[in-house]
């Protein structure tokens, strides 16, 4: 490998990862933004404090919920954003009620 090309993949590589640390940052900053889209919640799973905010927004034009079995609920209309502070401290797994094969879960850290 020439320095040239040594230099160029240490230039990526360094690129790469405050990219990734940057989104990082930016996704904890107190709120966690969930995206729903073609029936699916991205990500699926999320990682946050007690005490952060997880936001989803759902861009299907259809309302979802996220739902927690015997638990909370919030209902999310199509072209709307919700909210939620996380006051669990365990994980949690919820759910659309209205489309049950759409999962996702917060991971308490």
Known sequence: ????????????????????????????????????????????IVKVKVGET?????NDPM???ATVQGGWEIMIPPGERASRVNTDKTDIHYYCRLHPNMKGRIEVV
């Open 63 to 65: 309302a979802h919920t």
């Open 1 to 44: 490998m020439t320095q040239l090309q040594f230099d160029r993949r240490t230039f990526l590589l360094s690129t790469f990862a405050l990219l990734i640390a940057g989104r990082s940052a930016e996704s904890h900053n107190g709120v966690v933004h969930v995206t729903i889209k073609n029936l699916t919640f991205e990500p699926s």
């Open 54 to 58: 997880v936001e989803w927004t759902n």
